[in-house]
């Protein structure tokens, strides 16, 4: 009998071309591509007369850079507009499709991937952007990469990597109600560290992510990196099989039974061993923000903000000091009582249709606090008619949040929604870095659910709480 | 990519943990589609500091940069590493780095030099005391050095990316020397492709 094996193994197992000295040549299924990190990588193509090897495993689209403005409205910043063209000249000269902005299927490229069914059990998917761990919800080894291996990608359909250890992450039991797939990620990430998975490749397993839908698994997939593993994965099960059935990229009639067979094998061996093993108690997970500039920096929404003074270790003594001083917050202040100038509701972590339904069904029928900006970015083109077609557009807008076009948007603030020095937001987006939303702004990640009730709250709230 | 054999000069340090890419290279330098010139969004959001390190005098043209535990967390951002090379940084000394910066500065000659948690700090320290002393970081022995100060410290660094450094060879000539070894996993590759799905103009067939 054959050594048990992870689900990591079975697909770096299929996928292995020759293993030279320590790097094993990895074949690549699928290569997600768009405008920002790829147009050094076609120009480096361009000088070496090289072509991209096979077009027809390769996608882009539009997504960081893009404006989330009614699309008729021109993209003002000359150098966004200029690196939105090349993509699209690349796309043309090369031979790849490619979906512009304003493209019936145009959006972040880690929503359209599973949305438009390309992303499937079993494959190698990499993207120039380190939120494709969210792939691996699927069963995919879905990693990101830097723009000299895109090239590398687009030239040989190939990477020469080192295997990465295995990590099984559990979670034992059922969540509370009420706790989202967003405060797991967020409990995972601060169990883990920043570092904690750094070298190895995360397999979510357990009853609570069994009891997760597709998009709670993308949610929590995608912020593997968060806690340094490059990929995150969830085995093949019903749900999988379910949510793929009918997308537009799959197989139809019995060819999708005798693949979805296929695709049920990709799940770990009873037996198999990880190089290491965490196991975290559902039932211990509650509603969370993180407080810091770093998306371990995990506190309750029933907590406070903590002090340096509970931390032995002095490195993270004065991380913390560092991190409440560009926060601006005190210890000991209670979370709820923080007010906010923004929320941001989108971005690859929480930008589908159940988180949109999530966010509506708190905001309909009320309204968002005075002083508050609370905008509303869905992932993709799909999920906006599919948002549209249910009426939570006319939710959003009639509570004052703003409906926007689909995008990255505010999560990294390469367009122009930004935030402004020290204004404060609750995002649901997956980093809370310095700067990264805008300079000098002050990010806290929270699920949708929380988002929204804070919209309406104008502070940090839960929707226990909304009359 | 050019060979790398040795990098000698002054070091600073920057004495942060958790510096992730986007404080490396905010992403406003992000929407360029040349591949030069980042050198001057390095780090942009703390340059306005002038205790800044990297903007004390002695550390000017430093090109060893040490810093603390998890560097270049975050963004698979490659334009990390073209800011750090274009400001005049060869090697990068820290407890620990991302995953994705550590095989993005492999491909462009970044030397990546892990050593302990209180190797770093000491290191640190002979600098902080006089800032003129020369870093030396050796690929070929695997050591890092302070001849001046007697410190010495070997690195790890995986053979192949040793290897690549050294005789500065670049990923996409090596694999294609692999070509039939590829064909011939292509005939037997299974995954479907997107043939057949979207027409021209992208929409679904």
């Known amino acids: 009998m054959p050594a048990a094996r992870t689900l990591f193994e079975k697909i770096w197992d299929e996928h292995a071309i020759e293993a030279p ?4 040549l990895l074949y690549i299924d699928l290569h997600l591509v768009h405008e920002v990190t790829s147009p050094q990588a076609f120009e480096s193509l361009r000088l070496n007369g090289r072509g991209v090897r096979r077009p027809e495993r390769t996608l882009a689209t539009a997504d960081h850079n893009v404006p989330t403005d009614p699309i008729s409205t021109p993209v003002s910043d000359p150098v966004s507009r200029r690196q939105l063209e090349a993509l699209e000249e690349n796309c043309q000269e090369f031979g790849i499709t490619v979906f512009p902005r304003g493209h019936e299927n145009q959006g972040i490229v880690h929503v359209i991937g599973p949305e438009l069914g390309v992303t499937q059990p079993g494959m190698t998917i990499v993207c120039g952007d380190s939120h494709t761990s969210t792939h691996g919800a699927f069963g995919a080894l879905a990693f990101g990469i830097g723009t000299s291996e895109v090239e590398h990608v687009l030239a040989t359909q190939t990477l020469p990597q080192q295997k990465a250890k295995s990590m099984a992450v559990t979670l034992e039991g059922s969540v509370r109600p009420g706790v989202s797939a967003k405060d797991i990620a967020l409990a995972i990430v601060s169990h883990l560290g920043t570092g904690g998975g750094a070298g190895h490749v995360i397999e979510y397993r357990g009853a609570a992510i069994r009891e997760l839908t597709m998009e709670g698994r993308m949610t929590v997939c995608n912020m593997s990196i968060e806690a340094g593993a490059r990929a995150g994965l969830v085995a093949v099960d019903d749900s999988t099989i379910e949510y793929l059935r009918s997308r ?15 695709w049920r094998t990709f799940v770990s061996d009873d037996d198999a061993a990880f190089d290491a093993e965490i196991v975290m108690r559902s039932e211990d997970i509650v509603p969370s923000i993180t407080w810091g500039t770093n998306p ?11 002090s340096p003074d509970e931390f032995v ?3 993270a003594r004065s991380t913390t000091e560092r991190s409440l001083a560009y926060m601006g917050l005190t210890p000991g202040t209670p979370v709820r009582s923080i007010p906010l100038d923004v929320v941001f509701i989108g971005s690859c972590t929480n930008s589908r249709i159940e988180d949109l339904r999530v966010a509506a069904s708190l905001a309909r029928g009320r309204h968002v606090a005075d002083g508050v900006r609370a905008l509303v ?16 557009d006319r939710d959003f807008l009639d509570a004052g949040f703003e409906w926007r076009e689909p995008g990255c948007s505010m999560c990294l603030g390469m367009n122009p929604d930004q935030l402004g020095p020290e204004m404060r937001c609750a995002s649901t987006s997956n980093r809370n870095f310095e700067g990264r939303q805008g300079r000098g702004g002050r990010t806290h990640l929270v699920s949708p659910a929380v988002a929204a009730a804070s919209a309406i ?11 | 990519m050019k060979p790398v054999r040795v990098v000698e000069g002054r070091a600073v340090p920057l004495e942060r943990s958790d510096v992730d890419t986007d404080q490396i290279i905010p992403s406003d330098w992000l929407k360029r589609v040349e591949r030069t010139g980042f050198g001057r969004g390095l780090f942009s959001e703390w340059r306005d500091d ?51 910066f550590v095989n993005n500065s492999s491909k462009q000659g970044l030397v990546i030099v892990v050593l302990t948690v209180s190797d770093v700090d000491e290191l640190t320290e002979l600098i902080k005391v006089d800032s003129s002393r020369l870093v030396v970081v ?10 001046e100060a007697g410190f010495q410290r070997r690195f790890e660094i995986d053979p192949m990316t040793r290897e690549r450094l050294l005789n500065g060879w670049d990923d996409i000539s090596l694999t294609l020397l692999r070509e039939p070894a590829i064909e011939a996993f292509e005939a037997t590759e299974e995954a479907p492709d997107l043939e057949g799905i979207f027409d021209d103009a992208g929409h679904v067939r």
Do not use: C
């Open chain 1, 21 to 24: 000295g320590a790097q094993t």
């Open chain 1, 457 to 467: 709250m104008g502070r940090f709230a839960s929707p226990e709480e909304l009359a």
């Open chain 1, 248 to 262: 537009p990229s799959v197989p139809k009639g019995d060819e999708f039974e005798s693949t979805a067979k296929r």
């Open chain 1, 296 to 306: 371990a920096q995990v506190v309750s929404l029933d907590g406070v903000i903590p």
């Open chain 2, 138 to 147: 050796d690929v070929d022995r695997q050591v890092v050095e302070v001849p």
């Open chain 2, 50 to 100: 002038p205790d800044f390190a990297l903007n004390r005098p002695d550390y000017v043209g430093a090109s060893v940069l040490i810093a603390g535990p998890r560097f270049g967390i975050g963004s698979s951002r490659e334009h990390a590493v073209w800011a750090l090379m274009d400001y005049g940084f060869e090697a990068v000394v820290a407890p620990s780095f991302g995953d994705i």
């Open chain 1, 377 to 392: 970015v869905p992932g993709s083109h799909r999920v906006k008619r599919q948002a549209e077609t249910e009426g939570l």
């Open chain 1, 313 to 315: 270790d002095p490195d």
